[in-house]
């Protein structure tokens, strides 16, 4: 019986060959974590987000970074302090908003509807851009109020004297503002370029 030699591959193309299988199996990886990531850090509500982050002149992966961090996209979402929504707003809030700054005198339970809620976020985020200029701060204004941030940004304990916060004394603020931030930068890595600088607050 004649016996046939099978020649074995060279050292070096079973080289070549583990590196392209490594190569392809990092590139896997990577694609299903994407996959997973922009699962946790979805595009919902695309239509009034795209629309009025035109109207008012806001990146539109700010306004995805505040609605994530706010309702994590839950359009029925009740906070702990009566804040509802995508966008979170307290009764307090709309109601100056609805009736003071846009004249539209809308009932509260408008809070819950998507496309009001993204509209006035987006309002009330590029009214806050516009009167300080820094998202970082605009972000602690959200959380905290107009008239906090102002408090803090006129004491030189939080304030850089040039309309920025080297710091922030509340707790639920200060995480807030890294939260928002961290989403936003994360929006920016998956789904494109940064459209707006947003300063990190270390404390």
């Known amino acids: 019986m004649r016996r046939f030699d099978i020649a074995r591959p060279s050292k070096s193309v079973m080289i070549a060959v583990i590196l392209i299988v490594s190569v392809l199996f990092g590139f896997l990886v990577d694609l299903i974590w994407t996959g997973l990531e922009k699962l946790a850090y979805p595009k919902k509500y695309s239509d009034y987000v795209e629309l009025y982050a035109e109207k008012y002149d806001v990146p539109p992966h700010v306004l995805y970074a505040?609605?994530?961090?706010?309702?994590?996209?839950?359009?029925?979402?009740?906070?702990?302090?009566?804040?509802?929504?995508?966008?979170?707003?307290?009764?307090?809030?709309?109601?100056w908003l609805t009736n003071e700054m846009l004249f539209e005198h809308l009932?509260?339970?408008?809070?819950?509807?998507?496309?009001?809620?993204?509209?006035?976020?987006?309002?009330?985020?590029?009214?806050?851009?516009?009167?300080?200029?820094?998202?970082?701060?605009?972000?602690?204004?959200?959380n905290a109020g107009i008239g906090t941030v102002d408090k803090w940004l006129d004491d030189s304990q939080y304030s850089d004297g040039e309309g920025g916060l080297t710091s922030i004394p509340y707790k639920e603020t200060r995480n807030y503002v890294k939260k928002v931030t961290k989403a936003m930068a994360t929006y920016d890595r998956l789904y494109g370029a940064p459209e707006a600088e947003v300063i990190e607050i270390t404390t």
């Open 66 to 95: 505040v609605i994530k961090t706010e309702s994590g996209f839950d359009s029925a979402a009740v906070s702990q302090k009566g804040a509802v929504g995508l966008m979170q707003f307290m009764p307090g809030t709309f109601d």
């Open 107 to 142: 009932a509260d339970g408008m809070r819950y509807d998507p496309e009001t809620s993204v509209r006035y976020g987006a309002y009330l985020l590029s009214h806050l851009y516009k009167r300080y200029g820094d998202w970082s701060v605009v972000f602690a204004a959200y």
